[in-house]
């Protein structure tokens, strides 16, 4: 048996995970080692379960991190009331999803009070999910762990006579966009959604926008606002305005890659009275149309076929033999085909999502020495004009006799995009149209013409060690 050594580096890439026997709960304090305590037995209070770390505070919410050498943090936090959902509790930090769950974006951790509704007694049973990332000892963090625990608190609230806003939608207002450009959709919300101020029940209230991802068109998203890992739906909270207006700018609806068209967008507002728990909450189905804008089209040339050649390359007119047709080359006085390759840049495939089409092309010759193009009638031009998308890929030339070399096209077309509006108010359909003029090329290979040979028949003799060779009457005639 042989035996050896082999010297190198091994590099280990050792990646950060969540630990996965750890848990998220309510921490109460430290023992004193300083390690924290988590309360495992029903948590007791009045009306309110103060959660923000202060002199009254019960205790915070935390992840129990076992790995000291790297920090374990919650980025998000989903307080859902399992056997509670309408009863009218209120999460102070938190943004209302008006379903019994409250997001509490990582930055409000530290801020959560949950407040019973009036007059409850009794105990709620309130499941705490958190999202956590070991954030690692060299940066390279971990994937976010979904961690949950479940907490029954005792409350007993007191009375108080506190009720949230009427909302009031306009719904006349309609939504415009124009393709792959973001919407605002935040300052339209200011003209759609305010809160009734008749009452002058707003004084407490806090306004709760809320879009389910899944009923977003495929392809779309929503900036500027939280999103609820255990719904599925993007959530913001806003204060509400004397005057019953609410703040949400900065929300934007990114839409999919080259939609035009139009949709209904689901949204749900939500209205808190944050002292009582006290909401109202309108479902809207917001009008959204979308404006078409040509893309830049692309011209991709490719040779199919030379046609009128025999097995040597050679016309068929004038040697007489069978044609045969060579694929993807172009030779030296053959008919070529090409394919033009014409492709729109949107990505759309129905009206519905904006089509862009092709509805004329130009195409030129740049020089006439190099060849022709043929027309439908079989005639040789130097320009044609298609209509029909689907001729592009059928183009031909016929190159001037015996050129070999570069062909240069020039294009010049012209591109629609319609769209088509069928769920919203206004013109059933809108078309946006460019006009993009540019150049493609070819190469055709040459081909060695026949050689016609003419002299004599008789040999021609000559003597050895003769100082010339006489050959007669001998002459070449190239082929042109």
Sequence with gaps: MATGQVTGTITLDIRAVVEPDAGIGVQIGTDGSGNPIFEDNEITVDGELDLTGGPDSVGIVAFEDFDPSSDEVITNVVITFLDQPNAGFVVIGGINNGDGSWVVPAGDIDQIRIIAPPNFVGSAQIEIAGEVQDLSDDG????????????????????????????????????????????????????????DTASGDQGDDEFSLVIDASLLPPGASISGMEFNFTTGQYQLKA????????????????????????????????????VSGDTNQVTDSIPVRISPVVDTPSSNISVVDTQGLDANRQPVSESGEPEVI???????????????????????????????????????????????????????????????????????????EDYSGTVELLLNADVQDLAVFDETPGAATETDTANVSGSTSFEIIAVNDQVEFIGTDVPIVQFEDSSEIILGDFRCRPGY
């Design 239 to 274: 204060p509400v305005n004397p005057d019953g207006t609410v703040d949400l700018t900065g929300v934007t609806l990114n839409l999919p890659q080259d939609f035009a068209g139009d949709f209904l967008l689901e949204v749900r507002y939500v209205n808190t009275d944050i």
């Design 326 to 400: 060579v694929s993807g080359t172009a030779y030296e006085d053959g008919l070529i085909t090409l394919d033009l390759g014409g492709v729109v840049g949107d990505i759309s495939t129905t009206e519905e999502e904006g089509l862009e089409t092709f509805t004329q092309v130009i195409i030129t010759v740049a020089d006439p020495a190099t060849g022709s193009l043929v027309d439908a009638d079989g005639n040789l031009v130097n320009s044609i004009t298609i209509t029909d998308a689907s001729q592009l890929s059928a183009v031909q030339f016929q190159p001037a």
């Design 140 to 195: 390279d963090t971990s994937a976010i762990v979904i961690v949950t625990d479940v907490i029954t608190v005792n409350f007993s609230q007191g009375d108080f006579n506190k009720f949230a806003g009427e909302i009031v939608v306009d719904d006349s207002v309609v939504v415009l966009g124009t393709e792959d450009t973001q919407v605002e959709l935040g300052d339209y919300l200011l003209q759609i959604v305010q809160v």
